[in-house]
Structures are given as structure tokens and as C-alpha cells.
T-cell receptor, first 111, second 114 residues
Framework: SQELEQSPQSLIVQEGKNLTINCTSSKTLYGLYWYKQKYGEGLIFLMMLQKGGEEKSHEKITAKLDEKKQQSSLHITASQPSHAGIYLCGRNSGGYQKVTFGTGTKLQVIP | GAVVSQHPSWVICKSGTSVKIECRSLDFQATTMFWYRQFPKQSLMLMATSNEGSKATYEQGVEKDKFLINHASLTLSTLTVTSAHPEDSSFYIC??????????FGPGTRLLVL
């Protein structure tokens, strides 16, 4: 099984709706990254959460880290077509800043 | 800032040939670069970690003689897929960091081996 499971696997929402993506780790989370990927492209760094209870926001995207639950959530408010893509969470998994990625969540936003 | 480029963006080659993919950090010096592979509809799988001037560390199951990594300078790492076969067709992505905890990713290289 995967170290980092994301849910849902895919999501279709209407423009303007809010949505939440979850990332659950089978191991203790000391820090978590969120990235966005458009199909066939590289990853765009969204944010990094380092402390339990930490919450960060960038434009309409907010992410929280719940260390006790070994979980992070990414919330998008008033979604837009530009939010469409694959969202990946990742955690440090060893030396040299190795990152293990989650299973990914594909988001489609319908105008 | 923190821009990483890859070249080529996509390549088609014949089975048995070798393909080199370049990863460059354009506006910073990358002490560490990573190479990932991504299959369709799947997440990224780390192949290897390379530090400038030293040998790459390969993940379990990744053939070091098949995927040659060279990190000759603080701004350039190359991945050479030797004697490529159709099963090597994939999307290869590099990332770079400079001692911090954030990795910055290149746009990826799509490889198709015929």
C-alpha cells in the first residue's frame, strides 16, 4: 500500500464551488508539501507545512496539517478552471530531502 | 525565482539507442537534484538522488547502469537512458534544491521508445 493516500482520486466540480482534497500518511508526518501538476508538465510548488496545526494560504488555496491524524487537507475556495490539474501531496522520506509523493487527485473544474 | 528547465521536452527514439535528458537550475545553484519517473495516471516515483560532484544514489529497483546520472555542476544534471526499450517510455521529471527543504521541478521530458 502507498505511504501517502489521497482522496478523492478524482473530482469534478462546477466553477465557483469549494472543494477539499485529503492526504493521509501511514507514517508520522514531520512536514508535508503540496504540489500541482498540469497534465504532461512539471510540478508547481504550492506550499509546505512543517508543524502540527499549521495552516497556510495562497490565493484561494488553503492547506492544513494535522500531525495527530497524520493528515493534511487542501481546500480550494470558489474554484476556477485555472485550478484544474493533478494535486500531489508529498512528505520528506529520508536524507537529501527525498520526497515521497501521494497517489494524486485529479481535479476538473467545469465552467 | 527557482526555475528549473529540462531539455528536450519530448523525444522519440528507436529501441536500442541512448537518450540524454538535461536538467538545469536557471537562477540558483542546486546542491541536490532528483530524477523522477511518472507513468500515465500514476504518481511520481523517485529514481535517484544526485549531489554535485558525487555519485548518484539510486532507489531500489532502479538499474544504475541503465539510467546513468551525471551531476557535473551546480546547475546541470543529466539522465541518460542507455539502450532504451519500449518499457522505458515514460515521463521523466527532475527537481532541484539548494539545501532547503523545497524541491523545484522541471517541466518534464516525455520519452517514447519505438
Amino acid at each position: 500500500s502507498q505511504e501517502l493516500e489521497q482522496s478523492p482520486q478524482s473530482l469534478i466540480v462546477q466553477e465557483g464551488k469549494n472543494l477539499t482534497i485529503n492526504c493521509t500518511s501511514s507514517k508520522t508526518l514531520y512536514g508535508l508539501y503540496w504540489y500541482k501538476q498540469k497534465y504532461g508538465e512539471g510540478l508547481i510548488f504550492l506550499m509546505m507545512l512543517q508543524k502540527g496545526g499549521e495552516e497556510k494560504s495562497h490565493e484561494k488555496i488553503t492547506a492544513k496539517l494535522d500531525e495527530k491524524k497524520q493528515q493534511s487537507s487542501l481546500h480550494i475556495t470558489a474554484s476556477q478552471p485555472s485550478h484544474a490539474g493533478i494535486y500531489l501531496c508529498g512528505r520528506n522520506s529520508g536524507g537529501y530531502q527525498k520526497v515521497t509523493f501521494g497517489t494524486g487527485t485529479k481535479l476538473q473544474v467545469i465552467p | 525565482g527557482a526555475v528549473v528547465s529540462q531539455h528536450p521536452s519530448w523525444v522519440i527514439c528507436k529501441s536500442g539507442t541512448s537518450v540524454k535528458i538535461e536538467c538545469r537550475s536557471l537562477d540558483f545553484q542546486a546542491t541536490t537534484m532528483f530524477w523522477y519517473r511518472q507513468f500515465p495516471k500514476q504518481s511520481l516515483m523517485l529514481m535517484a538522488t544526485s549531489n554535485e560532484g558525487s555519485k548518484a544514489t539510486y532507489e531500489q529497483g532502479v538499474e544504475k547502469d541503465k539510467f546513468l546520472i551525471n551531476h557535473a555542476s551546480l546547475t546541470l544534471s543529466t539522465l541518460t537512458v542507455t539502450s532504451a526499450h519500449p518499457e522505458d517510455s515514460s515521463f521523466y521529471i527532475c527537481s532541484a534544491s539548494w539545501g532547503g527543504e523545497t524541491q523545484y521541478f522541471g517541466p518534464g521530458t516525455r520519452l517514447l521508445v519505438l
